[in-house]
């Protein structure tokens, strides 16, 4: 029997409402040449014995104690055939075509060694919020990185394992050596970690899809809702990359800060948190003014939105919130539809 061309890896921790779902999506994709391992990361809850009643041969589970999302996808990545991984989060959601897209994005482009695609948010019930992630999508620099991931969740990248071989370290974190691809001492920011060492020490391109093959769930309960931890592991990726690579952090240190502020104030205003939404945007301001000049409409626009939830009651905020996504998602829409246009040609 031959080993599958992709090995898809979903971390399992506390997901029961939504880890069906996530499994599905995976089982429905329109490219069937992949096997599905579920990393059980010690889930206290009935995550694991739903993933059970999947009957489906491409499937299996691996169980092991609690080491956090990076160490639940270095699992995943041992235990992998394929030359291709693709990474899901077990609250989020594929579209059926998204590994046939991106598999022929990485066959015909060589020189790419991480492909990802835009995300459309969903809520907890898994409908539509009409809006979107845009991020950059070719010519990715360490200074995108800083500014913040263009592959904005674990969710979207499919990965050579040839580029993820480049990046492998060893060393001995839970009793033993072991080889390790993301760093297992992150809780958090570990996946932009990983980005940055593929960037500066290899020669491998992070090239993204137009299309919004991901559906990222805006989920209260989630990791990313810790805002205060994830500004915490953030500067704990700045230290790290200052150990092999100083001359970049020296450079960019302030402006990367800077916009992991506003990033995290987004998430703020996302949450429904008016006053920390607002602290971080002055902390954004006061770390880098300049980002007013590079990105002027997102900066301006996320301390806008800040104030209002700050300072307008909830129903009226709703109603402004509401109007202010319907145009958000729209414009987005057809900018999405413009590159992909572009793209064909």
């Not at 499919?158 to 050596?177: M, P, Y």
Request: charged share 25%.
């Amino acid at each position: 029997m031959t080993n599958p061309t992709v090995s898809v890896i979903i971390p399992v921790y506390g997901v029961e409402k939504y880890i069906a779902a996530a499994v599905q999506s995976v089982l429905n994709q329109t490219y069937s040449d992949f096997e599905l391992i579920i990393v059980d990361d010690g889930s206290p809850d009935r995550s694991v014995e739903i993933c059970q009643q999947f009957s489906d041969p491409r499937l299996k589970i691996v169980s092991q104690a609690n080491r956090g999302l990076a160490g639940a996808r270095n699992t995943g990545i041992r235990h992998a055939q394929g030359d291709y991984l693709a990474f899901l989060d077990g609250d989020d959601l594929w579209l059926a075509d998204k590994l046939e897209k991106q598999i022929a994005h990485l066959e015909q482009s060589p020189e790419v060694g991480v492909s990802f695609c835009r995300s459309a948010f969903i809520d907890e019930r898994g409908e539509s919020l009409g809006t979107y992630l845009m991020p950059k999508l070719s010519d990715i620099t360490v200074v995108d990185l800083l500014r913040g991931s263009p592959l904005g969740n674990g969710s979207t990248p499919v990965i050579r394992r040839a580029t993820l071989e480049d990046i492998k370290f060893q060393d001995n974190l839970h009793g033993s050596v072991e080889d390790f691809y993301f760093d297992d001492r992150f809780r958090r920011s570990e996946d932009t970690e990983c980005w940055l060492r593929i960037i500066l020490q290899t020669q491998w391109k992070i090239e993204g899809l137009p299309e919004a093959l991901t559906l990222y769930r805006v989920n209260a309960g989630g990791l990313s809702a810790n805002l205060l931890k994830q500004l915490e592991s953030w500067e704990q990726v700045l230290d790290k990359t200052r150990s092999y690579a100083p001359e970049v952090i020296e450079r960019w240190e302030k402006l990367a800060k800077s916009y992991q502020y506003r990033y995290l104030a987004r998430s703020a205003v996302r949450l429904k948190d008016g006053s920390q939404a607002v602290a971080l945007m002055h902390r954004a301001l006061a770390a880098y003014w300049p980002i007013l000049l590079e990105e002027p409409r997102r900066t301006i626009l996320t301390l806008i939105a800040a104030y209002l939830l700050w300072l307008l009651p909830e129903p009226l905020y709703a109603q402004v919130e509401s109007l202010g996504a319907k145009l958000t998602g729209k414009n987005q829409q057809q900018r999405i539809l413009k590159d992909r246009t572009q793209q064909a040609f």
